[in-house]
Each structure stands twice: as structure tokens, then as C-alpha cells.
């Protein structure tokens, strides 16, 4: 490493917030980054582990020493070819990851592990101010043409890796704009969209078509695909969303937390009204909200409604509250379960852990209340865990708008998968295996959460990049591309 005792003698020191109050007037990014010669020393602060175990924490595989070394050693450039050979959008992933590299690295066993998803952001940030990123069209084309469904991380991945080494891809997707999850779904203030908007110009340069508003069983089916196309990849995400299935369910003001979030993006995005909201406008300004999940979709629904200027906001979990600190001993380098915090629970409201909701109440056919109850959890001998009511422990909750961000099912059910005739795993997925994405139809492969089912912007990559290597060795009988 380029400073052997760098972890020694330098203290970790991360991005941090603009003002609490300041980032509340706006949808706009508030993550202040570190300057060039604080990133230089936190680089040094990576350690001659030996064993990287940040490598096995990232789903991508970054070559996190490598790069931390060239930053510490000022060869930008250099880091960024490193950083892109594993990773085909780290500013998405250096913005929105959680970072489970940092879980695993070695400096977190005393709980100050390098920052590793900031030097990754700066790195390709500024790969972008320095004009390194430029398109890589191919220098030979192969003939071959391949229909990516689904324009998310997965998607964009997959599609970017192809047309690299000479295919024709086209990216079908069925909203308006390309970028799935990370256009509507990913808040703009977590990751403003002229990222992926500079990364849609980069293909479209490298020779990616784009074919938008064209829903795949709707618009076309997948055997018209499989019919103009040599290969299709499903690459669509977790779309279907756990219900809640209570009384009162179908009072006006509950909605499903990815239709609140769509609709305050487009607004970002220029469209009025009618555009954003065709089916009648959410909005949380003035209004007491109630958040149910404790997630990060959770997370996105409080920082929204914040903005938009809710009365209250109360975010609730059936789960037991997380330890705030994991027994490292037991867990590391793996993903931790322990209580996590995000800058939206410092932008004002009120958790609660172990609450079952049971009922919604209303008046005039609008939700006015959850009516909940405290449950307690415990493990069997067989090592499961069962909830139970506490007795006497109801309560009500006032609520003008319910937010449901209790997770995904797995792909939307619909025409497509009715169409496809596919086989699906026990979870709901189209089931296709890891190492080829094949899915039970010839020339149909499968990546991302319709795959694997909800999951991390990065897992998503993952898939998309290995799901290309696997098309290109069935196009071509062998691959040059990475993993």
C-alpha cells in the first residue's frame, strides 16, 4: 500500500449533510463532498489487510485496495479505468449503496472502516469533470441483436456491456424515460437525474437504441421478441408490492409508497400535473403521514413527504427494534443486522418498532386513523420466530395519508409473465441460475430483482454485467467480457 501506517495515523472522516433546515427547501442533492487532499488521506487510511474481505462485501467485486492506493498516490485516471473495469456506473452506487464493502473491511472491527463509497463517488465524479468519460462504441460489429426488457441498473449494465463488444441492443422500457428504479424510484435529493441522464447519452453513443412507453405484453409480446431479436434479457424489477391487508384498506389516502415516490420525481422532472399524476395527485403537504416499513423505500417516503411539507410524519415497523451496535465477534465481515439511520430520521419524525397494524379508520371514505397494536417476537426451539399481541396494548395513530414501504414480492404480475410461459422460483421470480441467466425458454435470460428478487442497486449491476457475459458466450460460443 502506499502508506503502510496511514490507518494509524489518520482518524475517518466522511461526507456530511448540509443543514437540516436547508436541505428541506429543496429536492437537490446535500451530500457535501470531501476535497482532493482529504480523499488522498482517507485512501491512505486503507490497510495491507492482506485478506480483503471488502472485495467479497462488494457484489461487484471493486478492486477497492487498488484503487485507494492510486487515489493516495494522486493517479486519478488510473483509479477510475480500475474503479470501471468492475463497476459501469459507480456514481450511481458511490451515491445509493449502502456501502456493504465498509461492513466488511477489516479497520470495521473497531467500528472506523475506510470510506470507501466517497473515494469511489469522487473518483468517477471526477472522471466525469476531467472529461475521462467518453463512449467505448466497438471496434467490430457482430451481427447479433439483443432486446434488454427493463431500463433499471440491471438493464442499462447488461445493455452498456453488449453493444461494447459489437451486438445490437435495444432497451425497452415501459415508462416514459429510461433509468427504471433509478429515474422513479431513487428520490432526486438521494441522486439527481442528469447522472443517469449522462450515462443514457454515453450509450445511445456507444450504439444502444432505446425504445420507451413499450410495455412488453401490452405493447408487444416477449414471442415477437424472441422472433425479431437473436436473445432478450428480462431485466424488469421487483415491482409487485406487499399489501396491507386490513379493514379499511380501500379508504382514499393510502397508497403504495412507489406511487408516491413516481410521482414526485416526475414532477422533478418537468411534468405538470396531469403528466405526474394522471390518477388523482399524492401529496403529503399539510397532512399527518404515516409511513409503514422500515426500510429504505421507508426512508425515501419520509425525506419526500418532509419536503413537500407534512404536518407530522410517523414511520412504523412490525419488526423488533435492532440492536444499535452488532456483536462483531458473530457477524463481521458480513452485512450486519443493527439499527440504521438515514438522513431522513434527522429530518423530523417519530419510529416505532413492534406495531402491528390491525385496522384503518375513516370518515367520508377517507383515512383518518391507524388503529395498531404492540406485538412481541420470539425464537422457537427451531430456531423461527413468532410474533404475539400484547394484550391491552392498542392504540390509534392519526393519519390524512398512509404510505405502504413494506417491501416487494417479485415482478409485476401481468402480461408478461403470463405471455412468457416461464417457470418461476418459490419466491415468484422468473428462476434462472447465477452462473447463466438462463431462464426455462431458449434464448430468454433473466437478471436483476426480477431474478433475484428485491435487492441493492449494486446486486443489480452485478447481474446485469454477468447476465451480458452469459448472452454473449450463447451469441458467439465464447466471451470476452468481464464479470
Known sequence: MGKVTGFLEIERHDRVYEKTERRLKSFGEFVKPLPPEELNAQAARCMDCGIPFCHTGCPVNNQIPDWNNLVYNDQWQQALINLHSTNNFPEFTGRICPAPCEAACTLNIDDNPVTIKTIECA????????????????????????????????????????VRVGHAVTLIERQDRIGGLLRYGIPDFKMAKHLVDRRIDQMAAEGVTFRTNTEVGRDVSIDQLLAEFDAVVLSGGAEWPRNLDITGRDLNGIHYAMDFLIQQNKRGAGDDETAAAPEGGISAKGRHVIVVGGGDTGSDCIGTSARQGAASITQIEILPKPPVKENKALVWPDWPVKLRSSHAHDEGVERDWGVLTKHAVGKDGRITALECVRVEWQRTPDNRMTMQEVPGSDFRIKADLVLLAMGFLGPRRGALLDQAGLELDQRGNVLANTVEYRTSREALFAAGDMRRGQSLVVWAIREGRQCARSVDQFLMGTSSLPR
Open 123 to 162: 473518483i468517477v465524479d471526477r472522471g466525469w469533470e476531467e472529461g475521462w468519460i467518453v463512449p467505448v462504441p466497438p471496434t467490430a460489429k457482430t451481427g447479433k441483436t439483443v432486446a434488454v426488457v427493463g431500463s433499471g441498473p440491471a438493464g442499462m449494465a447488461c445493455a452498456q456491456q453488449l
